[in-house]
């Protein structure tokens, strides 16, 4: 995605809104694959040797559940988007990595179909075989903590 310094006013801002192809992104390093093209709507502006940029972001992706195995579909929209770029002298800006690095960071590294709450994941697990890791600490705690609990317990000979 690549803006133009010439086309944006003095002393404004020029909207920008459409659609861009999605494989700049590198979604698939991410365990994701985009459907559709990546949609934008943003204005961008210059300020003190730089280019700025705030808006919307939306992509399309299929990414497989890491409980099920089945594919779904989920859309990524990072709102708000915002960035500052700092000019270099050439007349044309590329905001792909800045975009690209807010997707990414949205993608789930574990993903689950039912992570929205908009679906039940079809895996079932046997009883007691999934726990987090609260229900972990909480029933582990008694035990590790034992010792020092000892500790501060006064001895009861009454000495120091």
Same mark, same amino acid.
């Given at each position: 995605?690549?803006?133009?310094?010439?086309?944006?006013?003095?002393?404004?801002?020029?909207?920008?809104?459409?659609? #861009?192809? &999605?494989?700049?992104? /590198? @979604?698939?390093?991410? %365990?994701?694959?985009?459907? $559709?093209? +990546? #949609?934008? &709507?943003?204005?961008? /502006? @210059?300020?003190?040797? %730089?280019?700025?940029?705030? $808006?919307? +972001?939306?992509?399309?992706?299929?990414?497989?559940?890491?409980?099920?195995?089945?594919?779904?579909?989920?859309?990524?929209?990072?709102?708000?988007?915002?960035?500052?770029?700092?000019?270099?002298?050439?007349?044309?800006?590329?905001?792909?990595?800045?975009?690209?690095?807010?997707?990414?960071?949205?993608?789930?590294?574990?993903?689950?179909?039912?992570?929205?709450?908009?679906?039940?994941?079809?895996?079932?697990?046997?009883?007691?075989?999934?726990?987090?890791?609260?229900?972990?600490?909480?029933?582990?705690?008694?035990?590790?903590?034992?010792?020092?609990?000892?500790?501060?317990?006064?001895?009861?000979?009454?000495?120091?």
């Amino acid at each position: 995605m690549k803006v133009h310094l010439r086309q944006i006013p003095a002393g404004s801002t020029l909207h920008l809104e459409g659609e #861009e192809d &999605s494989d700049p992104l /590198g @979604l698939e390093e991410a %365990g994701a694959e985009p459907v $559709g093209p +990546l #949609e934008y &709507s943003l204005d961008v /502006g @210059l300020s003190d040797g %730089g280019l700025f940029a705030t $808006g919307s +972001l939306a992509q399309r992706v299929r990414m497989t559940c890491v409980s099920c195995l089945e594919p779904f579909e989920r859309e990524v929209v990072v709102d708000p988007f915002a960035t500052q770029i700092e000019l270099e002298g050439s007349e044309l800006v590329d905001l792909t990595p800045e975009v690209r690095e807010d997707i990414h960071l949205l993608l789930p590294t574990h993903p689950r179909c039912d992570q929205g709450g908009e679906k039940t994941c079809p895996a079932h697990f046997p009883a007691g075989a999934r726990t987090t890791p609260l229900q972990t600490e909480k029933t582990a705690r008694p035990a590790v903590w034992e010792a020092l609990d000892q500790l501060k317990t006064p001895p009861s000979d009454g000495s120091p």
